[in-house]
Each structure stands twice: as C-alpha cells, then as structure tokens.
C-alpha cells in the first residue's frame, strides 16, 4: 500500500506570493492533518480535514487554508508569504479511528523557503 | 504554550550506552504516541500507548505510559548509531488533533 506522497518536495518562493501544496493519503483514510514544523516551534497542528470538511483548527493566521477533495486529497494555501513562513509542511492521513487510537501516518513533507 | 514537555532536547553518546528520553505534561491524553524522524523525511510511529501504566516494548526500545497518563519515557539499551534521528513524543487530544513535544535529537556515536 502507498503511503502518503506529499507534492512538491521542496519550493522556493518569494515574500509576498502565495504557495499551494498537496497531499495524498493513504488509500482508504479519509482524515487528513497538516503540521508546520521548524527548528525553533518545533511540529504544530495546522489544521484537519474529514469527508471535504475541516473539523479543527489550530492556531495560524487566516492565511493559512486548506481543503479536501472528494477522494480525501487534500491541499494546503498559504497566500503572501512571509519570511517565518519558511518551514517543513507535513501532511499525515489517518483512518479517523475512535478516540485514543489516533494512528496518523506522516508524508515525507514539503520543504518552503521564503526568500 | 508547549503543552509537552520533551527531555533531553539534544543527547549525544557512546554505543552501547543506555538512555531514557522523557515527555511529560499536566494535560492528560487519551494516548500518547512516539515517533522517529530522520533528516529529509516525515516522523515514523514507533509505538502507541493507551493505558495509564502500560508498558510497550520494541526490540531494545522501552516506552511507558504514566499512570496519571501525563507523562511517557522511552528508554534505550545498548544504543546502535542506527538510533541516531529526533525522538518525538505527542499527546492525542482528540479530533485527530495531535500535540507534539519539542523533540530529542540524539546522537550515537560508534
């Protein structure tokens, strides 16, 4: 089974434009998370998305947005960039078990640097 | 706030040396998960832990649950250089809703 393949490995952008990155899941997970991960915060919860809906929320300025496709794809926006902006943009899919056994599985990320 | 706690943040050491990493909180989660990242690549699960004292064993990897369901350990014996990568404890709370601790990069040194 594949598991999740995250799009494009690697992006250099400049202040101000916008990205958009992309995630597939695990075939037959239906949740998807996103996770910014630098040296200094370490990894935080964006945010989740379940059957094209985002159930929660962590805390990121409105300039960060998602969203999930009908086959549990899912992508990640984040519009005028900024220098802080520049991290590891991990996306993991789980199969949205019951509570306390939420198993996520990691892509290998996305890698942003904003010149 | 970081709701985890995670300790050592950076341990270097000598094969075959025993070590014990420590994530704790005053939040009480449902599980609490550890995970392996290696440079250039996602976290691997390593284990899940569910109930307040359990014990899960992998190999020479040794993962306990507190009892409170606070805090967690991971302890190693007999470190190989294939350990070597940031340790990273994180709490469930819910809505697949994980909290990460700051991570333990540890270093073995042949």
């Known amino acids: 089974k594949a598991g999740v393949t995250q799009t494009p490995r690697y992006l250099i952008k400049t202040r101000g434009q916008q990205v958009t990155l992309s995630c597939s899941p695990i075939?037959?997970?239906?949740?998807v998370s996103w996770y910014q991960q630098t040296p200094g915060q370490g990894l935080q919860f964006l945010f989740e998305?379940?059957?094209?809906?985002?159930?929660n929320k962590g805390n990121f300025p409105g300039r960060f947005s998602g969203r999930q496709f009908s086959n549990s794809r899912s992508e990640m926006n984040v519009s005028t960039l900024e220098l802080g902006d520049s991290a590891l943009y991990l996306c993991a899919s789980s199969l949205d078990a019951q509570r306390g056994k939420n198993i996520q599985y990691f892509g290998a990320g996305t890698r942003l640097s904003v010149l | 706030t970081q709701l985890l706690e995670q300790s050592p943040q950076f341990l270097s050491i000598q094969e075959g040396e025993n070590l014990t990493v420590y994530c704790n909180s005053s939040s009480v989660f449902s599980s609490l998960q550890w995970y392996r990242q290696e440079p250039g690549e996602g976290p691997v699960l390593l284990v899940t832990v569910v109930t307040g004292g359990e014990v899960k064993k992998l190999k020479r990897l040794t993962f306990q649950f507190g009892d409170a369901r606070k805090d967690s350990s991971l302890h190693i014996t007999a470190a190989q250089p294939g350990d070597t990568g940031l340790y990273l404890c994180?709490?469930?709370?819910?809505?697949?809703?994980?909290?990460f601790g700051q991570g333990t990069r540890l270093t073995i040194n042949p």
């Open positions: 994180a709490g469930d709370q819910g809505a697949q809703k994980l909290v």
């Open positions: 998305y379940f059957s094209e809906t985002q159930r």
């Open positions: 075939s037959g997970h239906r949740s």
